[in-house]
């Protein structure tokens, strides 16, 4: 599993949780979970600039 927060500050930011079965992200009550293939779509369309 990896974890990463995405500010400096502690708990006033989403994280994104990646294990071997999902991607979640967000904080507290307020989350979305993606599967390894909805990760990988979205992670491919951030890098090539889409989004």
Not at 32 to 46: A, D, H, S
């Amino acid at each position: 599993m990896k974890k990463v927060t995405l500010c400096p500050g502690k708990g006033c930011c989403p994280e994104v949780i990646i294990d071997e079965k999902q991607v979640t992200i967000g904080e507290k009550d307020n989350v979305c979970v993606l599967t390894k293939t909805e990760w990988e779509i979205l992670r491919g369309k951030v890098l090539s600039g889409e989004l």
